[in-house]
């Protein structure tokens, strides 16, 4: 009876330390993954116009640290934020939309800022659109 109550006890510590382990095993997210590729928001533009597919192989969900200027900003009553970026052409921007699952250090900003944003890269329809975006320091 004392082995069975041993085992039992020993298997519950087991259980225990896998769920604490479990717990606080760090989790990857956009803001703690390093860019894989670091670039201007006119020149991102620029290359999914030039070359849709190119810039498809190169870009698409793909961590992306994209710079540019604030042209619009927008937050609503969800938490949801959205940024897009100018790029000095009529044929879109760059489009971010900010992970709501992440602490952000803030969560207003002004048009004409200049920026910094991490986020996957989500292609081209009429703007280049990067999704799951937190601000870079």
Same mark, same amino acid.
């Given at each position: 009876?004392?082995?069975?109550? #041993?085992?039992?006890? &020993?298997? &519950? =510590? #087991?259980? =225990?330390?896998?769920?604490?382990?479990?717990?606080? @095993? *760090? &989790?990857?997210?956009?803001?703690?993954? *390093?860019?894989?590729?670091?670039?201007?928001?006119?020149?991102? #533009? =620029?290359?999914?116009?030039?070359?849709?597919?190119?810039? $498809?192989?190169?870009?698409? $969900?793909?961590?992306?640290?994209?710079?540019?200027?604030?042209?619009?900003? @927008?937050?609503?009553?969800?938490? $949801?934020?959205?940024?897009?970026?100018?790029?000095?052409?009529?044929?879109?921007? /760059?489009?971010?939309?900010?992970?709501?699952?992440?602490?952000?250090?803030?969560?207003?900003?002004? /048009?004409?800022?200049?920026?910094?944003?991490?986020?996957?890269?989500?292609?081209?329809?009429?703007?280049?659109?990067?999704?799951?975006?937190?601000?870079?320091?």
């Amino acid at each position: 009876m004392k082995k069975i109550l #041993l085992v039992l006890l &020993v298997l &519950v =510590a #087991l259980v =225990a330390i896998l769920l604490l382990i479990g717990r606080y @095993k *760090p &989790v990857d997210t956009i803001k703690t993954r *390093p860019a894989d590729v670091k670039i201007e928001a006119k020149t991102l #533009l =620029a290359d999914f116009l030039s070359d849709e597919a190119g810039a $498809n192989e190169k870009y698409l $969900n793909k961590t992306l640290a994209v710079t540019g200027t604030i042209s619009t900003f @927008k937050s609503d009553d969800r938490g $949801n934020l959205s940024i897009t970026l100018d790029t000095g052409s009529e044929m879109g921007g /760059v489009k971010c939309k900010f992970d709501k699952m992440v602490e952000h250090r803030r969560r207003e900003f002004q /048009v004409g800022e200049k920026v910094t944003l991490k986020g996957i890269c989500m292609g081209y329809i009429g703007y280049v659109e990067m999704v799951g975006c937190v601000e870079v320091d």
